[in-house]
Each structure stands twice: as C-alpha cells, then as structure tokens.
C-alpha cells in the first residue's frame, strides 16, 4: 500500500481537524510553557486513535462503500484479500495510542482518546450508520471528545471552555454533514444508508440543516454572555464574521432552487469555519 492510500484510508484530513479540537482543548486549562511538551504525546495518541478508528471504519463499511461514488474507490485498497491485515495494523495503531496516553500523559486524557474511538467505531459506524437519520447527531460526539481528552492531558480537568468547545464540534457536525450528504443523496439511497437528506429530501433536509445553523451560531456567540467561557479576543472577532458567512451559505440553496453547488459550498466552509474557530481559540490565553 502506498503512502497516498494510507492516509486516504485513514482519513489524513479528519484527522488532522480532530487533532485542531484536541490542542483547543489543551489550550483552554491555563497552563506554563513546560506542560506544553504533552502535546506531543496528545497528538502522537490522537492521531493514531483518529486514524485507526477511520480504517476500522472503512473496513466495516466495504460493502456500502463500494455501492458510492464517493467511496468506491477505496475498494482497490481496502478488500477481501487485505482487510484483515490492515485490521491487524489498525488495531496496533489504537494500542499504541492507548499506551503513549497511559504512559505519557494520564488515564483520564486517554480514556477520552478511546471514548473518541468506540463512539465512532461501534456507535456511529456500526450500531447508528445504517439504522437512524440521527446517526451522524447522536455519532457526531466522536468529535467532541478529543476537546476533552486535550483539557485533561495536564491536569486531569474538564474545564468551562472544553466543554463549550466540545459541544461547539458536537453541534457543527450536522451541518458539515448533512451538507455533504445533500451532495451525495443518490449515492446514501443506493447504499440503503438513512442520512436525513436522502429520507426527507433536499429541500427539507436544507431546512434542517438552516436550524441546526442557527443553534450552532447560537452557541458559538455564547462566550460573549458567560465569561466564565474564556475565549479570548481572537475568537470574539472571527466568531462574528464567521458565522455571519456559515449562514449566508446555508441560506443560499433556498434562493438558488436547493441547487448541489450551494451545498458543496457550505460543505467546504463548515470545514474553514471550525479550522478558524480553533485557532482563535489557541489564543485563549494569549490575547
Ligand atoms: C459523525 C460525525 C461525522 C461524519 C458523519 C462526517 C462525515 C464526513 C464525510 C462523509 C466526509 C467526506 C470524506 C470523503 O469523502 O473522503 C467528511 C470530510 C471531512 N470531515 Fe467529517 N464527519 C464527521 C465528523 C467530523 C469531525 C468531528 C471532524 C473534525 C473535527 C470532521 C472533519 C472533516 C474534514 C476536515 C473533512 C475533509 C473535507 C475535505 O476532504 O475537503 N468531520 N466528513
Ligand atoms: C479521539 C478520536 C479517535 C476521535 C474520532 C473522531 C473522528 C475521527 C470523527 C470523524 C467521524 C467521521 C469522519 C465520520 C465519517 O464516517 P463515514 O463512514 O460517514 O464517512 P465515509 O462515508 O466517508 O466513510
């Protein structure tokens, strides 16, 4: 298997942005610059945890994914002939990770770390993916571990801002997607996937997707009523003109005949919104 492909199975670029929740959630428990070595245990478990779960994932998911276009093409590296190899290597990969946390950083952090695995693993993947509409609300709290696995890995303590930012990830899941889904309904139908979109059709799906928007806007300008939200300068400034835009592109399909493009769009912004988001957020304690 080459490099490109193992990283495509793994799903380098969720990774990556699951990796960006864990650092804000590190970043939100005031801190000194010597705890700032844990980082790299935290990433180091987090990303094999994050990348094992997304291989395990794929190879539950062979036989809907070669009935989508979006996916098919993974069946040329994840078959017959390999998935148990590559489950093998999988499995390694989450035990490693289990073990940087335990040793290198704490039992609560990585506890964290697992909770982010199993919820994506056997509660989104395999027990909600193919049976409910709220697969991807009630799945969507893989993200929102990997907050709080990055606010305990100094002290062991959840803090205020963790859980805001855990619940801010848990709420923007749906709009990243079920705008995504939108794009791929005829795909989600073939496979007998339930995604909302595919169920209640493009144009109430957008209106779902347009409610869920609002919450989510509705919880990100929370740190500006609760200080004990600490979020820093940054944020207050990026939150208002980000959101401003994640609305403005959930509003298009309605003035655009629920057109996919408009979709697409939102689809890619949601991904630019929490990346930026995030990265406010470094700046808690900074500014
Ligand atoms: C149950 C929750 C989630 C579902 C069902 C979901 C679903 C998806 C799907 C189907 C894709 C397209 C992948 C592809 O075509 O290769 C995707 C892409 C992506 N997702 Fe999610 N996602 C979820 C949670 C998350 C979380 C928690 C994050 C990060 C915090 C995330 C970040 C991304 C990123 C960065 C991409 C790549 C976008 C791109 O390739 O342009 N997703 N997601
Ligand atoms: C700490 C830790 C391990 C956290 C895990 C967080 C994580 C990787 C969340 C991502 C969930 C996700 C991308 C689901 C998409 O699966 P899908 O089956 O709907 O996507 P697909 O159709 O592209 O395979």
Redesign the pocket.
């Known amino acids: 298997m080459k490099i490109n492909e193992f990283l495509k199975i793994s799903?380098f670029?969720?990774t990556?942005?699951?990796d960006?929740?864990a650092v804000a959630g590190f970043l939100s428990v005031k801190s000194s610059l010597n705890h700032f070595i844990l980082l790299i245990p935290l990433l180091l478990a987090g990303t094999l945890a994050s990348m094992s779960a997304s291989i395990f994932n794929n190879v539950y998911d062979m036989d809907i994914d070669k009935k989508m276009k979006?996916?098919s093409s993974r069946e040329s590296i994840i078959n017959s002939k390999n998935f148990k190899t590559i489950s093998e290597i999988s499995g390694f990969m989450l035990l490693a990770a289990l073990i940087i946390g335990i040793v290198f950083i704490n039992v609560i952090s990585t506890i964290f770390i697992f909770a982010g695995f199993v919820s994506?693993v056997a509660l989104?993947t395999m027990l909600l993916k193919r049976r409910t509409s709220w697969?991807?609300v009630i799945?969507?709290i893989?993200?929102s571990f990997?907050a709080l696995a990055g606010s305990t890995a100094i002290f062991g303590n959840i803090t205020i801002t963790s859980i805001f930012i855990a619940s801010l990830?848990f709420m923007w899941?749906p709009t990243?997607?079920w705008t995504?889904?939108t794009n791929n309904v005829d795909d989600y139908t073939a496979a007998g996937i339930p995604m909302l979109p595919s169920k209640i059709g493009i144009k109430r799906g957008a209106f779902w997707i347009l409610v869920n928007t609002v919450v989510l806007v509705s919880l990100s300008i929370l740190p500006f009523f609760f200080r004990e939200i600490k979020v820093g300068l940054p944020y207050y400034v990026l939150a208002i003109v980000l959101d401003a835009y994640l609305l403005y592109s959930v509003l298009q399909p309605f003035t655009h005949n629920y057109a996919k493009t408009y979709f697409k769009k939102a689809?890619?912004f949601s991904?630019i919104y929490?990346l930026l988001l995030l990265i406010a957020l470094f700046f808690v304690n900074v500014v």
Do not use: C, D, S
């Open positions: 799903k670029e969720i990556f942005l699951v960006m929740v979006r996916t994506y989104y697969n991807i799945g969507g893989a993200g990997p990830v899941t990243h997607f995504l889904a689809f890619h991904n929490l």
